[in-house]
């Protein structure tokens, strides 16, 4: 069992940067594989960025450039650099753990582990 916590959002004006921080309560191996995903209203949960033990990114295409996925090593605090925020990233951003994946990196289905969620706000 692992928790969760998100923290680092707030509102930005377009152009702007925010970097997301999510904290796990302690390093296990559910740890090994996690991610943000993010969720606007009356829209599905989508995957973000993905990052393995091992330091392996993934991104979705149009984040790719504008976000980065990081950890700080020890496999307890990930980290989402977002810049060049754009209207359209207005979210709850979620970040998601666990030891293997059941699907893809950026699938939801994949993780196990989920915090609360940050609320990101990008105003034009």
């Known amino acids: 069992q692992v928790n969760l916590v998100e923290s680092g959002g707030g509102s930005v004006q377009a152009g702007g940067s925010l970097r997301l921080s999510c904290a796990a309560s302690r390093y296990t191996h559910h740890n090994n594989y996690m991610a943000w995903f993010r969720q606007a209203p009356g829209k599905e949960r989508e995957g973000l960025a993905a990052?393995?033990?091992?330091?392996?990114?993934t991104y979705k295409d149009s984040v790719k450039g504008r976000f980065t996925i990081s950890n700080d090593g020890a496999g307890n605090t990930l980290y989402l650099q977002m810049s060049v925020l754009k209207p359209e990233d207005t979210a709850m951003y979620y970040c998601a753990a666990d030891s293997w994946l059941r699907s893809s990196p950026l699938s939801e289905s994949a993780y196990t582990y989920w915090g609360q969620g940050t609320q990101v706000t990008v105003s034009s």
């Open positions: 990052i393995n033990s091992d330091g392996g990114t």
